[in-house]
């Protein structure tokens, strides 16, 4: 790859160079993520493109307009220790217009245990200059400064935000006051050993868009009264979910129309399904439907300053269990400063005067303070235990509070979140040793190493055991990134016989440097595993780290096995999914390994240590699964986007990926129409029409073709198909009872009309026929004016709707229905299908869903197919970053344990039964691969004898085949009935036999 020249710099965005400042990157920025847009956003970032490729994952989060305000704000962050640098990797990383790094201090032997920026050979230098062009790396669009000057006014008045960090508490209450006088939004964090402290001063009237970030939520209307209050009364399928204090809207309803386009009205909750709204009692009669919409109204939240705030504090609690500490270390921390200021350095480690003088410091506070800060009396081991470790720097601790003070800052930058209010204090004295007495003041001592920062708080063994560890990491991906920082700045695996091995088969894409910080531009196509592990060997030299590229399980036992296992101190998961999770979990459990286990979704996340013989393990518990969407309502009857979106993933994997195997699997095994034969109902229908579609009706020789076949099938999903619907049941069709059919939450469609200049409908075809002609090894293309041109030529057929097409109302319905299946039309097929000696070296190429590329066309077609079926049925469209939070879940099957207490193998008529007690769900149909083991409809006979029978012999009895021993678990697929009957979709199960 190409680098600009360095001749290229320019001046950018940010306050004016000062004597002792840096602005501009030290590396040259790659040709393909030009710093142009940065300059575009330099004079005004609402006008410039966000690039959705690098902050794909983040728009999700925030979104656009939250983007946009980000991208207008200029960031001091004040102090490059270990905190400071955290801070300003993660807002650089977040996209803010500018940086500059601030520090008037020289580089210590001590700062190497977690200013993971810093080298050996850095000691000495100002920590701002030496870490400018490391960090300019990270994001070509944020332009990074260094300044080593004084924070004077003039100076502060360039940022919109100001982060202080490792400052004394008088240059905080100067810099404090300034800024709240001056509309600066202001961050003050700060580490010491195991406590932290942040503080959060964002003026007196900021404007907060957004308190929670979640989606708005929206809830079908059944009634509405004339009164004052109205009251709302929303269908009785699903709880409306709103507070009292929200506002909404109202669209869609019929009769009452005043309601419709109404300004957003508060309401207060009445009950899980009503709540009331303004006065109604002079609107128009309800006479049925309607949709109420959550708005998220802006509000103002006023901070008080430094100043004030210091002497009138008001607390976020990090811990409930720590209820009071809070308040003890707010005076703690007053003390700390003036010990610091009075001695002109930190307390010594474990040193006693020291920690003394702080209790005495601390103690005179407390008795000037207010009687609302502290009404008990001081927790002195609190301030003893804070002497003694303030002059430890931990990089975990920094990673925690620099990560929940970039948060602040991205909130104060966007306007969404609620921020903190306004002192957070953190401590994790429960990782100091049980036997306090191994921390002596020699223990603590510096010893001139890069690791003396943690020595001063767990003493040297500790040191020494951490380098002496052997540790497995599976993931490198933003989790794992991060992890191997932290364990390269503690030194883990650092010494003699440690040793850190991260496996990950992933190669890196654009759209992970948002937050895979240890990758740059240039790494993009490279291997995950290694370019981190050459990353933290930079970070620290002393770290034995292997890369290894292999998928954890059952496949690659022979390189994880028993040796490989009992050679671990420790595992680490740092996964995107949960099937690997748990399979890492069992293999800890089975070698007795501690297990770190941790993950994230958008704005949430989780952790888990898992000890053994201590805690439970990961699989010992999981999240209920998520509710199912009825199939008629994806088929016909869809009522909100979550089921356009599922519909249009349902559409993918039919179109892309399970036609494409089942031909594979015809052209491969002699056998498999006859086993496909076997399946129940309409099933062997199903696949042999869709091989026949595949490899003859539809099969494309060009990629004329493939446009043709996406026009079609356009007009079949988005016309045709509606227009059957409304001929079945037409917009005034009444039911039995004489209601509308199309009420509640049934929507009446209308179909679309194609056209080549709508975005939408283009959008749709060129996804759907270069993913079509991916499947058969054809070349696609992405000149859309081409694309175009050719749908010129391509002819649709007038479509009539038929008569005596049955449409299925309720999932109820369509299981009572007759699946039997025409004989001869089955015959028909089998004699068309071309033989495969005919297809010599002929093969299909099955798409596996992957949502994180944004130049594969899988994403574009989920979100041009779901936003046209959103029209049809007038539901309102979401945007491509909505669609990461529906289209996956955490949990999604059962876990059965086939093997009874008593050793014996459950029997298939205990299975049933288990699913009734534990699930209250009946099973109707049970099947393992194309093998059915149990039906609702099977004869008699054969039901009688397979009840009694363990799941495993009906496994290898249908399906011909000996379980190996290699066997661990069986993946079977359910279709079942709920307590009142209905049909639901559940997800698999897996059984466990070993």
Same mark, same amino acid.
């Given at each position: ?71 207008? %704000? ?18 650089? *990383? ?21 200013? &993971? ?31 080593? #000057? ?25 810099? #404090?006051?300034?800024?709240? #006088? ?55 399928? @699903? ?19 005043? *309601? ?62 720590? &209820? ?49 800060? /502290? ?10 235990? /804070? ?93 794992? !990134? ?51 592990? @050459? ?52 293999? !800890? ?7 770190? =286990? ?21 699989? %010992? ?34 179109? &892309?990926?399970?036609?494409?195997? +089942?031909?594979?699997?015809? *052209? ?11 399946? $129940? ?106 694309? $175009? ?9 007038? &479509? ?19 699946? %039997?299946?025409?004989? %001869? ?52 469209? $979401? ?38 007690? =534990? ?23 054969? *039901? ?8 495993? =012999?009906?496994?290898?009895?249908? +399906? ?15 279709? !079942? ?18």
């Amino acid at each position: 790859m190409s680098s600009s020249p360095l001749s290229k710099k320019r001046r950018v965005s940010g306050p004016d160079p000062k004597p002792g400042s840096n602005c501009f990157p030290a590396h040259p920025v790659p040709s393909e993520v030009s710093i142009a847009p940065a300059n575009g956003m330099a004079k005004n970032g609402s006008e410039a493109d966000i690039d959705e490729g690098l902050y794909s994952r983040q728009l999700y989060v925030l979104g656009h307009d939250a983007m946009k305000r980000l991208q207008t %704000s200029s960031v001091l962050v004040s102090g490059l220790r270990g905190l400071g640098v955290e801070i300003a990797k993660n807002i650089i *990383l977040g996209g803010v217009k500018a940086v500059t790094l601030h520090d008037q201090g020289a580089a210590q032997w001590a700062d190497l245990s977690s200013q &993971f920026y810093l080298r050996e050979e850095d000691v000495g230098k100002n920590r701002a200059e030496v870490s400018q062009p490391r960090l300019a790396e990270l994001n070509a669009y944020v332009p990074v400064c260094s300044y080593t #000057g004084p924070l004077t006014e003039d100076f502060l008045s360039n940022f919109q935000v100001v982060v202080l960090t490792s400052s004394p508490l008088e240059e905080q209450l100067r810099v #404090g006051e300034f800024c709240h #006088g001056h509309g600066i939004k202001l961050v003050v964090a700060d580490t010491r050993g195991l406590f932290g402290q942040l503080f959060c001063d964002f003026g007196e009237e900021m404007v907060l868009m957004d308190a929670n970030g979640e989606q708005p939520l929206s809830a079908m209307v059944s009634m509405v009264t004339k009164d004052s209050p109205g009251v709302v009364t929303c269908l009785d399928e @699903a709880r409306h979910g709103f507070e009292s204090g929200d506002f909404v809207t109202f669209t869609e309803v019929q009769g009452m129309s005043e *309601l419709n386009g109404i300004s957003p009205v508060e309401i207060r909750v009445l009950g899980p399904y009503t709540f009331s709204i303004c006065d109604t009692a002079r609107f128009s009669d309800y006479v049925r439907g309607g949709i109420v919409t959550q708005v998220k109204v802006p509000k103002k939240i006023n901070f008080k300053s430094l100043p004030v705030s210091l002497a009138e504090p008001e607390f976020v609690m990090t811990d409930f269990a720590k &209820f009071s500490r809070p308040a003890h270390l707010h005076v703690a921390f007053q003390a700390l400063h003036q010990f610091c200021s009075q001695r002109r350095r930190l307390p010594h480690p474990q040193n006693q005067p020291d920690a003394l003088e702080m209790v005495n410091l601390a103690q005179a506070i407390k008795g000037t303070a207010s009687p609302r800060l /502290l009404q008990e009396d001081l927790d002195e081991e609190l301030v003893r235990q /804070l002497a003694y470790m303030a002059a430890g720097d931990l990089a975990p601790v920094n990673a925690f509070i620099g990560g929940l003070a970039a948060q602040e800052v991205m909130k104060a930058c966007s306007g969404k979140f609620m921020p903190i209010m306004q002192w957070l204090y953190f401590d994790a004295l429960e990782c100091l040793p049980e036997d306090r007495e191994a921390l002596t003041e020699d223990s603590c001592r510096p010893r001139q190493t890069r690791y003396d920062g943690q020595v001063a708080v767990f003493g040297s063994h500790l040191q020494e055991k951490l380098g002496k560890q052997k540790y497995f990491l599976v993931g490198a991906g933003a989790i794992g !990134c991060e992890l191997l920082k932290n364990f390269a700045m503690i030194g883990l695996g650092c010494g003699d016989g440690g040793e850190v091995i991260v496996t990950d088969m992933d190669t890196i894409e654009k759209s992970n440097l948002n937050r895979q910080f240890l990758f740059r531009p240039w790494d993009v196509t490279k291997l995950k595993s290694d370019t981190a592990s @050459a990353a933290v060997r930079q970070m620290n030299p002393q770290m034995h780290v292997t890369s290894h590229q292999n998928r954890v399980g059952p496949d690659t036992e022979r390189i994880y096995d028993d040796n490989f296992f009992q050679a671990l101190d420790g595992v680490t998961n740092a996964l995107d999914n949960v099937d690997t999770r748990m399979y890492m979990d069992r293999r !800890c459990v089975y070698y007795r390994k501690p297990l770190l =286990e941790s993950g994230t979704l958008g704005t949430k996340g989780n952790i888990q240590v898992v000890i053994p013989f201590l805690t439970e393990s990961y699989s %010992s518990s999981q999240d209920p699964p998520e509710k199912s969407i009825p199939i008629c309502t994806l088929k016909n009857f869809p009522n909100a986007i979550e089921h356009t979106l599922q519909w249009a993933r349902d559409e993918f994997e039919g179109l &892309f990926k399970q036609p494409a195997e +089942s031909v594979n699997q015809y *052209l491969t095994d002699p056998k498999f129409v006859e086993r496909t034969l076997r399946l $129940a109902g309409t099933q062997p229908l199903e696949v042999l029409e869709a091989v026949q579609r595949s490899l003859v009706l539809q099969r494309p020789r060009s990629w004329a073709d493939c446009v043709a076949w996406a026009c079609l099938h356009w007009h079949s999903q988005y016309a045709n198909n509606i227009r059957q619907l409304l001929h079945n049941f037409p917009p005034e069709q009444l039911t039995s009872s004489g209601a509308p059919f199309w009420s509640g939450p049934k929507r009446c469609p209308h179909p679309l009309t194609f056209d080549v200049h709508n975005p939408l409908h283009l959008d749709y075809i060129m996804a759907a026929a270069n993913l079509f002609a991916q499947t058969y090894g054809l070349v696609g293309s992405r000149d859309r004016t081409a694309v $175009a041109t050719l749908l010129q030529t391509v002819h649709v057929p007038e &479509f009539t709707p038929k008569s005596g097409v049955k449409i299925h109302v309720s999932d109820q319905e369509l299981q009572s229905a007759n699946t %039997s299946v025409d004989d %001869s039309r089955l015959e028909e097929l089998k004699t068309t299908l071309p033989s495969p000696e005919k297809l010599p070296g002929f093969k299909m190429y099955p798409i596996d869903f992957e949502k994180d590329d944004d130049n594969n066309f899988h994403m574009d077609f989920i979100m041009a197919a779901s936003n046209l079926r959103a029209e049809n049925y007038d539901i309102a469209p $979401a945007d491509r970053h909505k669609y990461y939070d529906n289209e996956w879940t955490l949990w999604d099957r059962f876990e059965v344990k086939g093997i009874q207490p008593g050793g014996k193998e459950m029997t298939l008529k205990q299975f049933l039964d288990y699913f009734k007690k =534990e699930h209250k769900l009946e099973i109707t149909m049970l099947s393992q691969g194309v093998s059915m083991l149990y039906s609702f409809f099977m004869p008699a006979a054969k *039901l009688k004898e397979r009840l009694d029978q363990p799941m495993t =012999e009906i496994v290898s009895r249908v +399906s011909k085949r000996k379980l190996g021993r290699h066997v661990q678990a069986l993946v079977l697929e359910l279709c !079942c009935n709920d307590d009142s009957g209905e049909d639901v979709e559940v997800p698999y199960v897996r059984y466990t036999i070993r």
